[in-house]
């Protein structure tokens, strides 16, 4: 904490405002609130909040009162539309205690944006040039409405309001274009924040963190852990001189990539899937899938990457035990003796998959995602993976079963990374047996 | 205004606070909050604010104060987990003036849980099982962080914390089954918001708008449009006493529905895949998959639905050329004269998952997702849809080609939820070709 504190000093705090009774009654989602926190976070600044209220007189002035008490730098977006409950220009006015006042030449831009696409102005749009006075222009180039930024000086402190449109394209080139440069450079050269993010997949969130304790110590550099399961990300970050900054991060960050080894598959804001593909691609070789409980999840992923038919080559969605005899050539032997959730049945998915396909790899995945066909025996969440490939097994394969958990969506989520991974393993000469959690039931 | 004033009363107000620095700073966009305001703004409360702010004692406990202030209802998410920096519950004994105690039946479902999964708990794990004094639990029975509710009384008033995970799917759970529930119990009989909810697929939101324009009085009813593509929901509500507000629900509502027709695919909140399984089942049809561009997540959501074994029979993800021609037995003639994206391959991809299968219903995709592979001729977005069903065409399918927009997902998604939407109208008895959006190039 002691630490946070001193990244909190008083010149570079920002407060992000979102006005809108769509945006407050979640009819939209907020997306302008974390652009424009990520990129100012980028920057090196400190966002101490974001608040949200609807179009109401009352509640903007006291939103806008509320941010520019916490924080230097207070951006809005929304509120400034031609529209009777358009209020953001008229409240900001209030809190500042200034006039509104015609900006003749946005009045002009705003006729020529109408006369260029051949429709007179609408008197009513007139009201978007009314500037609180004092204002700085930040220019529009994609729409109607400028926005603005305004010192509010107080007794004691210097905050800025800068004022941006609710539009996502509009507000996005405003911020990138005239905003984030001003904000750059109110930073000056001496401070920077640096971070460094690893992707893991194959321990919770609470074991990477007993795992990592005492590597980074708190006045160096900050430590955050991102679940977003089935990955969990591990953010080290310093601040300072962007020297010492980024020494300190390729310090620390070097030193938790040794820890966690493998458990890491990516540096970044890589996804699994284009981890594995990279590395097919890499390696010039080809995968098939053979999906029985994940119902098309792992191919799912696997196109979601661009490009990702030069190496993934289709396969088999063997929903069925019908399927899985009759495109992949499972023995009914096999499914009668061991049950189609078995190590036995992943296997000759796998290998059958590889076989009909002609790929270098097939990853087969056979399970019981629930609510329903859970037995003692195999309760839900049992989940048998397999993966077949050159010098594998006697038989051209490996196995293992899981036993996963969570809701019938969950089991998919997890199976499919688990798949995944076996693949990364497999290509990264690594045993695929080693990877993910879940009770092990058994191994080949 | 004046409506959404009326509805302001005292005692109905809610804030929503959401905690942690990956939120704050917008590496997550806040799909949490949104979801809170959109079921609770249906209940007929009113969000007063949002308020998000990162992982530090002294600002949580600032937006604490801030969001109490405010509202009657306090609801967050996030800072549960067993982690040094998750710090709301010593925030909010702190804010209450209570102490943390160990709730003893929380750590047992903890333990418990760890023990299905065969790990030992990790000790900083019973952190999640300190509460503050006077807590009422939340359930979580997806994870390991229990939720909770506290009465924070004031002098004056008496405003109550709802405590939840910031994981989605848990807080979601955890607000269905328990809090809204709550929530609808605490605003009594005589003030009643009703609604109806419409989910459609095929026209856009302002297409929509302007078919229903003029069918709903205001000061009757209040229509939303909520777009999450590629459904677009039409929720029609009013307020007032139970009765009245059903009776004006119950007219709008079947108007709309009525102007509306085939586009509407499900009233409530269920998904294409759910009404598509709910259809096969009742007609007793099984259906198989063809899949080239969408790669699997035709499969991917049909399996999503519990169930589905018993009408999903699986079927080929053909991403390459050589499985289309090995597993579905479309003719090299085929491609090479209309190419792997044309309505003839698609038509016999159908027709082969179809005999292959053994399904009563086969569909099929093939398309250019993008961004690359595509030509003058057909351009990223060219996508081809097929089914296979008896009496269709004189050999046995029908299909169109599609030109769609967006980036690579996007086409995916879309490609999935017309080839959803052709199996909803062929069961239906519906036209298969009328579905869907996009610039036709064709039909047969």
């Known amino acids: 904490v002691a630490e946070q504190r001193e990244i909190a ?35 090196g600044y400190d966002v101490v909040c974001k608040l949200v209220v609807g179009d109401f007189p009352d509640r903007l002035e006291w939103a806008w009162k509320t941010a520019l008490a916490q924080a230097d730098v207070v951006i809005s977006t929304g509120g400034l539309g031609p529209t009777t409950d358009d209020l953001t220009n008229e409240t900001l006015a209030r809190v500042a205690g200034v006039d509104l006042v015609l900006d003749e030449a946005e009045v002009a831009k705003i006729r020529g944006f109408f006369a260029r696409v051949g429709r007179p102005m609408p008197e009513n749009n007139v009201r978007q040039a009314m500037l609180p006075a004092g204002s700085e222009v930040v220019p529009n180039n994609l729409g109607t409405a400028p926005g603005y930024r305004l010192a509010i000086p107080t007794d004691t402190r210097r905050p800025v309001g800068v004022v941006l449109p609710g539009v996502p394209r509009e507000m996005r080139a405003m911020l990138e274009e005239t905003v984030l440069p001003w904000l750059a450079a109110r930073l000056g050269p001496a401070r920077a924040v640096v971070s460094r993010t690893f992707q893991t997949f194959g321990m919770g969130e609470s074991a990477i963190d007993e795992a990592v304790a005492g590597l980074v110590p708190p006045e160096e550099a900050r430590l955050a852990f991102r679940a977003a399961f089935p990955q969990v990300a591990v953010r080290v970050s310093a601040h300072g001189t962007r020297e010492e900054a980024e020494r300190r991060v390729k310090l620390y960050g070097d030193k938790i990539a040794a820890r966690l080894g493998s458990v890491i598959y990516a540096e970044g804001s890589t996804t699994m899937e284009a981890c594995v593909g990279e590395l097919l691609r890499e390696r010039g070789k080809t995968l098939a899938t053979a999906e029985s409980c994940t119902g098309g999840m792992v191919g799912n992923r696997l196109t979601n990457v661009p490009g990702s038919s030069t190496y993934y080559i289709g396969g088999v969605v063997a929903y069925s035990n019908k399927l899985k005899e009759k495109l992949l050539g499972v023995s009914r032997t096999t499914l009668s003796m061991f049950g189609a959730v078995s190590e036995e049945t992943a296997r000759e998915m796998a290998i059958g998959a590889r076989r009909v396909t002609g790929a270098d790899i097939a990853v087969a995945t056979t399970g019981i995602a629930g609510p329903d066909g859970g037995t003692p025996d195999k309760p839900v969440g049992t989940v048998a993976v397999a993966l077949a490939a050159d010098g594998y097994g006697e038989d051209g394969a490996k196995s293992k079963i899981y036993q996963l958990w969570g809701n019938r969506e969950w089991v998919k989520v997890l199976t499919s990374q688990v798949a995944l991974d076996w693949v990364r393993r497999a290509l990264l000469g690594l045993n695929p047996l080693e990877s993910g959690f879940g009770q092990k039931k058994g191994k080949r």
Not at 19 to 43: C, F, H, M, P
């Open 9 to 43: 000093d008083s010149t570079h705090t920002v407060a992000i405002l979102s006005t809108g009774d769509e945006v407050v009654e979640g009819r939209t989602v907020d997306t302008n609130a974390s652009y424009i926190a990520d990129r100012v976070a980028q920057l």
